[in-house]
T-cell receptor, first 115, second 110 residues
């Protein structure tokens, strides 16, 4: 299995809702990432998990809360989002921690709309 | 932190022509340079990468060149086909960051 999967594919939520995005990989990768991508822009790194521990948080607002229950799963919990948080949220994984030389493989993304 | 610049932002070529996209980076510690292709509504997919111990790498119609002294690397696509139309991103990861270039929208006209 060489694929990163994400659910749901699409999500529409109100500003008072609580929702979660899920990501899964079965490649034995030990680093997992969350990115945010706005239209016509490159992906922006949000969080990095290394061996199930949060290693990088790129000054992301606390309304985004990541969680790594085990080495195959990565969640992003959403609460009290703003309309400007609407974007494509991409999960990625790589074999070893540290982005310097390690190829990242992306999931298909969750397209989030905040009303 | 790392700063990656990518040019051009848009590129239109005729089918069969070559396309070249260039990126520069600022952090001399960077030593791995992937290129991703993203079709509309889809995930970024790695198409080729190069590590700093080589100057050029080729995979069929796609090649990447790296000049570490000048801190720039380029993607070359030969014999372009309509299915090459997409947005292409370069990246220059460091240990604590993964910075992408702004992207190049390539259109191959049949």
């Amino acid at each position: 299995d060489t694929e990163v999967t994400q659910t749901p594919k699409h999500l529409v939520m109100g500003m008072t809702n609580k929702k979660s995005l899920k990501c899964e990989q079965h490649m034995g990768h030990r680093a997992m990432y969350w990115y945010k991508q706005k239209a016509k822009k490159p992906p922006e790194l949000m969080f990095v998990y290394s061996y199930e521990k949060l290693s990088i948080n790129e000054s992301v607002p606390s309304r985004f809360s990541p969680e790594c229950p085990n080495s195959s799963l990565l969640n992003l919990h959403l609460h009290a989002l703003q309309p400007e948080d609407s974007a494509l949220y991409l999960c990625a994984s790589s074999q070893a921690p540290g982005a310097s030389t390690d190829t990242q493989y992306f999931g298909p993304g969750t397209r989030l709309t905040v009303l | 932190g790392e700063n990656v610049e990518q040019h051009p932002s848009t590129l239109s070529v005729q089918e069969g022509d070559s396309a070249v996209i260039k990126c520069t980076y600022s952090d001399s510690a960077s030593n791995y340079f992937p290129w991703y292709k993203q079709e509309l509504g889809k995930r970024p997919q790695l198409i080729i990468d190069i590590r700093s111990n080589v100057g050029e790498k080729k995979d069929q119609r796609i090649a990447v060149t790296l000049n570490k002294t000048a801190k720039h690397f380029s993607l070359h696509i030969t014999e372009t086909q309509p299915e090459d139309s997409a947005v292409y991103f370069c990246a220059a990861p460091t240990v604590n960051d993964m910075r992408f270039g702004a992207g190049t929208r390539l259109t191959v006209k049949p």
